[in-house]
């Protein structure tokens, strides 16, 4: 499949009063068209700044994306857009939808018309066209009495509704790109499933591609293609959902899955707990990122950023245990084989 989407050693940082924050340290990812990419993560690995930094939304200042960036669309380098030229591509080529629809929706306005607003000015439409679109798109998106609804307030739907809501939006203008961040959020569990099913469903209907940003290795299991993981600013294990999951090979990776309930686990069963916490990214180690905090640690990891190890055709992982010369370390029990 064809490249839609080419990321090339984006940095991207936040200047604030104690100093430089290096929020993402030099990734480079691609997207095919129709395929979804899951990144994954813990809280404050640069996820989500990766993710809005691909529609240039991360204030500047105090946040800057270094020159040495290059998000590349369609052949077109995001990074050096003028103002004009983004605001063309935003929610019509590529859309997104926020982690809390609450703060992302405007209260004084209605759904209807939050829908209507890009249908407006990216496909050129009338008022009444606008609308009438935004009741279809709401049906689309599972919403009952989806002309009634169109005339309400983001108050008035419940949570898994607003989140229906912003997929609407998001997808009004059919992009080519539907970046979801953490769209499951503050959702109970069945209402989780049924998001990501509309987005697999939408997304087999409308041919987009999809950034999945997540905490949760659970909820990409089913719907993505391929997963990358993230940890302090970098990616640190790259792969097909296959290879990630029954082939991890990065530590930092075993934890996110051990970290994971399992049916299988007895009621007296303890989970996985990754001990310490996140390097300070305002002085980020010289080595890798990782190290303080990995059971397989070497002096060579204190010291020396890792190698970058390819396993297959779609399977890379940054660690020195995949030097020729670093011991055996197996993969943890728990995990070996399993999906």
């Known amino acids: 499949m064809e490249k839609i989407l080419d990321v090339k050693d984006l940095r991207v940082s936040f200047h604030t009063y104690a100093g430089e924050v290096q929020a993402v340290r030099g990734i480079s990812f691609y997207l095919k068209k129709g395929e979804t990419l899951a990144v994954v993560g813990e809280s404050g690995c640069g996820k989500t700044v990766t993710s809005k930094s691909l529609m240039r939304l991360i204030p500047e200042p105090p946040g800057e994306i270094k020159k040495s960036s290059k998000i590349l669309f369609d052949g ?6 003028s103002e004009r030229e983004l605001r063309e591509l935003r929610g019509s080529d590529i ?17 209807g018309k939050q829908i209507s607003e890009s249908l407006i000015i990216h496909r050129g439409m009338s008022k009444t066209e606008a609308m009438n679109e935004a009741i279809k798109m709401l049906d689309l998106v599972n919403i009952p009495d989806a002309d009634k609804r169109a005339h309400q307030y983001p108050h008035e739907f419940s949570g898994g509704m607003r989140q229906r809501a912003m997929i609407a939006i998001a997808l009004a203008c059919n992009p080519k790109i539907l ?3 953490e769209p499951t959020t503050a959702l109970d569990v069945t209402i989780q499933a049924q998001i990501m099913d509309l987005i697999s469903d939408l997304q087999e209907k409308l041919g987009t591609a999809v950034i999945l940003v997540t905490h949760d290795l659970g909820i990409v299991a089913d719907v993505a293609d391929r997963i990358q993981v993230m940890y302090a600013g970098q990616i640190i294990e790259h792969g097909t959902t296959d290879e990630i999951f029954k082939n991890p090979q990065h530590p930092y990776t075993w934890a996110l899955l051990q970290s994971v309930p399992r049916l299988e686990t007895k009621n007296k069963g303890k989970l996985y707990s990754l001990r310490g916490t996140p390097p300070d990214l305002l002085k980020p180690p010289v080595g890798c990122s990782f190290a303080a905090r990995c059971e397989h640690c070497m002096q060579i990891c204190r010291e020396e950023m890792p190698e970058v190890t390819t396993l297959s055709e779609n399977h890379e992982v940054c660690c020195w245990l995949k030097h020729s010369m670093a011991p055996k370390v197996d993969i943890p029990v728990a995990l070996r084989g399993d999906k």
């Open 76 to 81: 077109k380098d995001i990074s050096i857009m």
């Open 95 to 111: 859309s997104m939808i926020f982690q809390d629809p609450m703060t992302s929706l405007n209260p004084t306005m209605t759904i």
């Open 179 to 181: 970046i979801a961040d």
